[in-house]
């Protein structure tokens, strides 16, 4: 995966990414990106990486890309954060 438009790298800590780094991740990236955006948000104690998965995944439910993603990834956090 490689991000257009972002000074960032799929190395860098998920919480550089932003929100579009993680929608870019759920639409053009595979099971390893989706696992990182994972761990993130399971390690994520201040919220802002829930946050962008958040808005992430309402932008995948919207949209024609991948947009069932969105409820297999919010099951598989739904047992660390209730209100996604």
Not at 29 to 45: E, I
Not at 72 to 78: D, E, H, N
Request: proline fraction near 5%.
């Amino acid at each position: 995966m490689t991000f257009r438009n972002l000074e960032v790298t799929p190395d860098d800590p998920v919480s550089r990414w932003g929100f579009e780094g993680v929608l870019t991740a759920f639409e053009r990236g595979d099971v390893s990106d989706w696992h990182h955006v994972f761990l993130a948000y399971r390690d994520d104690a201040a919220g802002e990486i829930r946050a962008f998965v958040k808005e992430a995944l309402n932008a995948l439910e919207q949209g024609d890309i991948r947009p069932e993603l969105a409820s297999v990834f919010r099951l598989a956090v739904a047992p660390f954060d209730a209100t996604v």
